[in-house]
């Protein structure tokens, strides 16, 4: 058995060292001339490749200015429409006071209204009660006038009513 | 060239190209061999700087490139029909054997061997680079390195056992 430990290691090294390797079709031209076809062709890839990033920069910079440009227009003419409006717009109403007078001429329009109108109906109503339809508040006036051509309320209200929903 | 011109480029193939054709032929045949290392020295061509530990470089490139063509089962049978040729491994061995007999007792060894042996004395790596191109320890790259030589080595001195015919 061979020990690798022995002396004659390194001259069975020297001897397998000694044989020599076939180049087969190995051809150092032919792989310089590779060597030098590619490099122009990455020379060139590369020149594409920069002039593009190039190109795509300039781009971005002309598009961002002109969305740029674009929005401070439009913010301008909208600025200078809202300046038009306010001026062209009525001043605001002054804030109501209860004076006196308005206080008095309130009270002449409420007395005003017609005891058989729909809105002297609803005043009414507001005064009477939900449950028992029984008025809580005994209005002055127009009211018990009203009241006075009501129907007796002995029986209850019924759907098929209608001479009663009617004159209510 | 990127920085390796081409005086260092020829310098590198005249060295290291026919060694690199011998480990590329561990797992491929002959053209595919060729075109390995043909790649290679491309790649080396086209990196920025020189590789700090160019041959160890070389290799590993060279590994993966026949590594990858072996796979191709169409090439896989090219190299099964070329390896039954008997194309030899070597231009010259010593005046005890010839080429073909010494492509048979390498082709012999275990593939892990074989490359270990092949990348030390024909590729000029050390122990620490191949056992970094083979990812194993460095006590595992000295064994396969001893097992292979002890291996060739009976091979080497086993008498012809050929019989005579004798009449």
Redesign the interface.
Known sequence: ????DEDH?SS??E????????????D?D???F???R??VQ?TIEAGTRANLWKFATAAAVLLASGLGMAWHNERSQRRALELTFARLAPPPPAPLVATPELIAQRQEKEAAIDPTSYLALVQQLKHLDATNLEPQRTAPGTVQRVRAADPPRTAPLRPRDWDRVITL | MGSIGPELLGRLFDAHAAALRLYARQWCAGSDAEDAVQEAFLSLARQSAVPGQVAAWLHRVVRNAAISAARSRHRRLKREARASSGEAWFSSVDDQLDARSATRLLAELELDCREVIVARLWGGLTFDQIARLQGCSLTTAHRRYHHGLAQLHERLERPCSTPTKTT
């Open positions: 058995m061979f020990n690798p290691l069975f090294e001897r397998l060292r000694s044989w020599v390797p076939s180049p087969g079709g190995l150092r032919r792989m310089l590779e060597a030098g590619a490099e990455g």
